[in-house]
C-alpha cells in the first residue's frame, strides 16, 4: 500500500504503522479492533497527517465507520476501492471475495457491493489460513496450492468472473490462487485505494505543495527485527524501522 | 491445563486469562510477551491470587524470569515440568521439542535440559503453522498431515526417542504428530505442571483448607464468542466467560 501511493503521490510524505503486537487481527472482534484503530489512530494525531488510510481489510470492515465519525482528517478504507475496482472489471457482475474470518462475518463487502445499486451478485469465502501460510513463507507450496483448492472450490459452480483479493497479504498468493481459479480476474485493492487517496487530497486541497521525493516512515509495536524479517515478504527495498508502544 | 490443575486439586479455585485480544504470542518479541505478561500478572494480583502458572509455553520461554523477580506468590511455567517429564521417560536420552518460533528461538528448552544436568541431547523444531491448523479445526486433516511431515522430518535421522510437545495446541495434534512420528513418546507439560502446582503450594502451606468443589473462572481480554469458538477445540464441558480489558 505505501508503494502504492507514493507511486501516485510521489511528492507525498507517509507514515506507516503496523500493530506488530498485536497482530493478527482476523479473528478479532469489531470492538477489539476499533479499540486497536483508535489507539493507533491517537499516534496518527500526535504525528499531525492530514489523512488516515486504513489500510487492513479487517480494520476497514470493522472499525471505518466509527473513525470516520471521530476523528478531524479524511478517513479511508480499503473496501470501498476494491468493490469499485471489481464492479467495474467484472462482465457478468459475479464477483468473489475472500478475507480473514473477521472481514467475511462482517458483511462489509455485502454492504458495499449492494451500495453499488448495481445487479452484482457477491460470493464470499473466509480463508483464514492464508496470512499464517504467507507469514510462514510457504507460497509457491504444494501445502498453499491444497489449503487454496479446498478454501476456493466453491467459487466453481458460483461462475464468478472477478475475486477481490480481500486481505493485505493474499497479492502475495497472487500466482497459487490465479492458478487454482484459472479464467477469473484478481482484484487487488491496494492500487485502487491509492487513487482514492490522490482523488480526496485533490478535492480537499491537501496536495503537497512543495515538490519533492516524499519519506516513509515505518512504525511498528513490536521490537523492530520482526518486522524486517516479515516486511521482506511484502517490499523489496530495504527500509528503515522504529518501535513505537501505542 | 485448568483439567489437569482440577484433576490434581479439586478443592482449588482457578482464574484463567485468556489474551485472546493479542495472541498468537508464538512469534512476538521478548520484550512484548514481558510487557503482555506483566498486565496479566498485575490482573491476577487484583484477584489476590496465590500462585501462578504460566500456561504458554511461549510466555514461560520468554517471561518466566522476569516475573519471578517480581511479584510476591510463586511463579510456575511449563518449560521445567515438560523437560522433567521428557528426561524421565527416555530411554536413549534424545529428546525432541516442538513449539512456536519465539520459544525455539528463546532457547529456554535448550537452557532447560542443560541445567537437568544429565547427558541428554536436545533437538528443536519450530512448527508456527501447527497453531493457526488447530485454531482453523485442520485437526485429522491430510494438509496437516503434510505440514508435520514437513516440520518433523528433520528428527528421523535424530533417532529421538520422546518428543516434547512444546505449545498449548500441539496435544490437539496428538494423534497427526504421533503417526508422522512413530514409536516415540510424546510428552504433554500440562500434567508434569499441575503435578509442580500440587507440589508448590504443598511445601508453603498454601493448599485449600476447606473441602469442596472448587470452581473456575475464565476471563478474556477479547469478545467472549471467538474464545467459546475456540475454546470448544480444547474443553468439553461448557464455560462462563466474562471479558476483562487490561
Redesign the interface.
Known amino acids: 500500500m505505501t508503494r502504492s501511493i507514493h507511486r501516485q503521490l510521489p511528492d507525498e510524505d507517509i507514515i506507516y504503522f503496523g500493530d506488530?503486537?498485536?497482530v493478527?487481527y482476523g479473528?478479532?472482534?469489531?470492538?477489539?479492533v476499533i479499540?486497536?484503530a483508535r489507539e493507533i489512530m491517537a499516534f496518527m494525531m500526535e504525528n499531525r497527517v492530514k489523512m488516515v488510510v486504513v489500510a487492513c481489510n479487517t480494520a476497514s470492515s470493522l472499525s471505518l465507520t466509527s473513525l470516520k465519525k471521530t476523528y478531524p482528517v479524511p478517513v479511508i478504507g480499503v473496501i470501498t476501492p476494491g468493490v469499485r475496482d471489481a464492479v467495474r472489471v467484472s462482465k457478468n457482475g459475479r464477483i468473489g471475495v475472500i478475507g480473514t474470518s473477521s472481514t467475511i462475518a462482517s458483511g462489509a463487502y455485502d454492504r458495499e457491493v449492494a451500495r453499488a445499486g448495481l445487479s452484482c451478485r457477491l460470493f464470499s469465502k473466509s480463508c483464514?489460513?492464508f496470512?499464517?501460510?504467507v507469514?510462514?513463507r510457504?507460497i509457491n507450496d504444494?501445502?498453499t496450492y491444497?489449503?487454496a483448492r479446498?478454501y476456493l472450490a466453491g467459487f466453481k459452480t458460483r461462475h464468478i468472473d472477478t475475486l477481490i483479493l480481500g486481505c493485505t497479504h493474499y497479492p502475495i498468493l497472487r500466482t497459487v490462487i490465479g492458478k487454482v481459479m484459472g479464467n477469473v480476474r484478481l482484484v487487488d485493492s491496494s492500487s485502487a485505494a491509492a487513487e482514492e487517496v490522490k482523488a480526496t487530497l485533490s478535492k480537499k486541497g491537501l496536495e503537497a505543495s512543495r515538490r519533492r521525493r516524499g519519506k516513509t516512515r515505518y512504525y511498528v509495536?513490536?521490537?523492530v527485527?520482526?518486522f524486517s524479517r516479515v516486511s521482506g515478504i511484502f517490499l523489496k527495498e530495504k527500509i528503515n524501522v522504529k518501535k513505537v508502544?501505542i
Open positions: 506488530t503486537a498485536r493478527p479473528n478479532k472482534s469489531r470492538a477489539t479499540r486497536f483464514p489460513l496470512v499464517p501460510l507469514e510462514n510457504f504444494p501445502i491444497e489449503v479446498r509495536s513490536d521490537d527485527e520482526g508502544v
